[in-house]
Structure formats: structure tokens, C-alpha cells
């Protein structure tokens, strides 16, 4: 019977290639990158599905951008910046997040700064991020869930490839309530 040795979380690296494709390419967060972190926060719904406040100050952007450098070193997963791919400009976010990867798993999550939004960019990171994902021997299946009236999403996630597997009713909680989620997921192709 064949061994399995699953990755180390806690010597994760950024890519040396930051994964592309079309407009956007995917890199570490860096500190310029504060004004789109800012204006991300500005949409009601952001900060309620993970660590970004609300309306966010440079310094809690400051904030955000340090705790999203800390989750190779933690081994969370990767925590990219969504860029152009010719001006660099920071236009969104893009997340791989590893806790499920001893059974071969991932979960994967992306936003688009609302400046940004309109030109299909969430699509393009979920796809680089995705073909990204690929390159970790271990990982056979990312899954993605999405509230059922997050119709852009869903767009976004079949867009990319992802099928819609079920609806989880009462899933998790998001702004203190119970919500039902949509599962889709990504398999890896053998052969």
C-alpha cells in the first residue's frame, strides 16, 4: 500500500510564477495596496464573512494586509492580491485556504474591490487561483459556498469551471443569522 506524506502548512511559500491569467495575476499583498483594501470594505456584505471591518481606517487596512501575509507562515493557505496584470494595481482579493487539505481538500474565496467590479475579474482570479491550486500534489477537490442569492457568484464560480453539487441549508452563520450555502466544487482531472 502506497504511503501518503501531506504537505507541511507551516512551510508554505508564495509561487515564484505569480499565477495568471487574461487581465489579472495574483501576488503577495503589499502595503500600497491599502486604498483597495479600504475601498473593499466599503461593501456591506465583506465584512461579514471574514476579517476585514467594516467602512475600514489605513490602519485597520494596515491591519488586514498584515494578517493576510501571515497565512503562509501560519499554514491557513495563500492569501493573494488580485492585480492587473499590466499596471499591478491591486483590484481584489483571492484565497486558497488549506484546513481540509489532510483529506484533499481546499475551500477557495475571491472579491473584487467595488471600483473594480463589471469586468469580469473575480472570474479571471478564480481561474488563475484554481490552475494555481493544481500545482499542490495533494489537493483532489476545492470547493466553494456561496449564499444562494449571490447570483454574481455563482456566475463567477461556474464561470470558472466549479459545478453546483447541493444547498447546505443552515450551513454557517454570516451577520448573526444562519444561512443556507450552495456548494460548488472544482475536481482535479486525471489522466
Request: overall charge negative; some cysteine.
Amino acid at each position: 500500500m502506497e504511503k501518503i506524506v501531506y504537505m507541511n502548512l507551516a512551510e508554505l511559500v508564495m509561487p515564484s510564477v505569480a499565477p495568471m491569467f487574461r487581465d489579472v495575476r495574483l501576488r503577495a499583498f503589499e502595503l500600497r495596496d491599502v486604498g483597495m483594501i479600504m475601498d473593499l470594505s466599503t461593501d456591506p456584505y465583506v465584512p461579514k464573512i471574514g476579517s476585514l471591518v467594516g467602512k475600514a481606517s489605513h490602519e485597520d487596512a494596515l491591519a488586514y494586509i498584515e494578517r493576510q501575509l501571515s497565512r503562509l507562515d501560519t499554514g491557513v493557505g495563500y492569501s493573494f492580491c488580485v492585480a492587473d496584470n499590466d499596471t499591478d494595481e491591486a483590484i481584489g482579493t483571492a484565497g486558497l485556504w488549506l484546513a481540509p487539505i489532510g483529506a484533499g481538500r481546499a475551500t477557495a474565496g475571491y472579491s473584487v474591490a467595488p471600483r473594480s467590479r463589471g469586468r469580469g475579474i473575480a472570474g479571471q482570479a478564480l481561474i488563475a487561483l484554481t490552475r494555481f491550486a493544481w500545482s499542490i500534489s495533494e489537493l483532489c477537490r476545492i470547493e466553494l459556498y456561496i449564499e444562494p442569492w449571490n447570483v454574481a457568484s455563482v456566475r463567477t464560480a461556474e464561470l470558472a469551471g466549479y459545478e453546483r453539487e447541493g444547498l447546505l441549508r443552515s450551513h454557517q452563520e454570516i451577520g448573526g443569522k444562519r444561512v443556507d450555502m450552495l456548494l460548488y466544487a472544482a475536481i482535479r482531472q486525471i489522466g
